[in-house]
């Protein structure tokens, strides 16, 4: 049977969790349910980064704000907004890619209040000719440069562990706010990529890079 590694993150260290759960097991589904509840689980639980947030693995419970901010003008630069269907999908998928290629997507917690902020995550599959280092925000989180501070731990750590070397990011000309976070990450404008869209802008990171979370 399939395990599910969730990396763990120390002092902005991404390091591989050493207790592999199998995420449909009856203990795995209890301990996600307490820390969607508010009751962080360790074995759950991703270390705390210098802005005062955690990273750690989606559960159900994430799923009705992610829908909501897919259905509103907000996606519009990923693509939507999506119906429920659509939104589901990918909200499966960013889970999916753990068991199927190492890496996937993880939630962004505020960690005085465990309010959760959004998510990072990287993708493969058909959908995406390279490894995709992506993020998104809920609206009341834009501006504090959360998305940049869990986009470059996710990102180094995803070099050191799996070593990923020049992950993209696909970004709508018009989303400047993503723009920004990937040119505070040292990331730069790939013309000859391949990409999907063809009007998508094509960043290439690379593992170090500059953060600068202004």
């Known amino acids: ?3 599910f590694v969730i990396p763990t993150l120390t002092t902005r260290r991404l390091i591989p969790n050493p207790v592999n759960q199998n995420p449909y097991s009856k203990a795995a589904r ?48 990923m693509g939507g907004p999506y119906d429920t269907k659509a939104a589901w999908g ?14 996937g997507a993880l939630m962004i917690d505020l960690r ?11 993708s493969h599959g058909p959908l995406f000719p390279e490894k995709e280092l992506g993020w998104l ?30 992950l993209v990011s696909y970004i709508a000309p018009d ?13 730069t404008l790939d013309p000859k990529a391949p990409r999907h869209d063809p009007d998508d802008l094509v960043y290439r990171h690379r593992p170090g890079g500059s953060a600068r979370c202004a």
């Open 30 to 77: 209890l301990r996600t349910e307490r820390a969607a509840a508010g009751r962080p689980a360790a074995a759950n639980r991703l270390g705390s980064l210098g802005l005062g947030i955690t990273l750690r693995a989606p559960v159900e419970g994430d799923f009705p704000a992610y829908e909501r901010l897919m259905a509103s003008p907000r996606s519009r630069g």
């Open 1 to 3: 049977m399939a395990t």
């Open 90 to 103: 990918m909200f499966c998928h960013d889970l999916a890619c753990w068991t199927l290629f190492g890496h």
């Open 137 to 166: 925000l809920y609206a009341s989180a834009e501006g504090f440069g959360y998305a940049t501070e869990a986009a470059e731990a996710l990102r180094d750590w995803s070099a050191r562990a799996l070593g990923l070397i020049g």
């Open 112 to 122: 005085t209040s465990g309010e959760c902020l959004g998510q990072v995550g990287i």
């Open 175 to 187: 989303n400047g706010a993503s723009i920004k976070v990937a040119e505070r990450l040292g990331a």
